[in-house]
């Protein structure tokens, strides 16, 4: 996709979502790294049902490594893997406490140093939490770089740095969100709606449906 192409692209997505926000719930940038780690192979929604219930009683990480690993396992039980997150949330509350002093660190290698934490992951927190211009890739944007010819890579990885290189330096800030929410609920994996998609003319996609 050619610079003013993308550009445009952007401005698309921004003038119909302005402020693009995760659809995690959270009320810190604990309980987003939480809600995050919980989040791998899970729905939003699912784990924003387990939070409402967990964090009300566990929002510190002192809070939640109390809860021990047995103790969190019976609020998660609903999300996928719940037995190993479990246990990643509560080492990951023992090096917060440990090493930063019970903050959740605004630098990428402190938190893939924590448990359950990827680059994904890691990217996620910067962004939402900290206003950082990184691009989480997950399945919906490294779709969605290849279908549209956005930023075509054959791995998460290199569909990121792509990202990075060809976002105008005004739209990396909220570029995650708006791309996830694109690929999420209209550039979908199986039956794209291109029919109400804003950057239809833009995208680069041979099988567009009618």
Known sequence: MKKASIAQFYSRLQE??????TELNYASPFQLLV???LSAQATDVSVNKATARLFPLAPTPEAMLALGVEGLAEYIRTIGLYRSKAKNVIATCQLLLERHGGEVPADRAALEALPGVGRKTANVVLNTAFGQPTIAVDTHIFR?????????????????????????????RDAHHWLILHGRYVCKARRPECARCVVIDLCNFRGKTA
């Open 35 to 37: 809600a995050v780690i």
């Open 144 to 172: 969605l770089g290849n279908r549209t010819g956005l930023a075509p890579g054959k791995t998460v990885l290199e569909v990121e740095e792509k990202l990075l290189r060809a976002t105008p330096p005004e739209f990396r």
């Open 16 to 21: 119909a979502n302005p402020s693009p926000r």
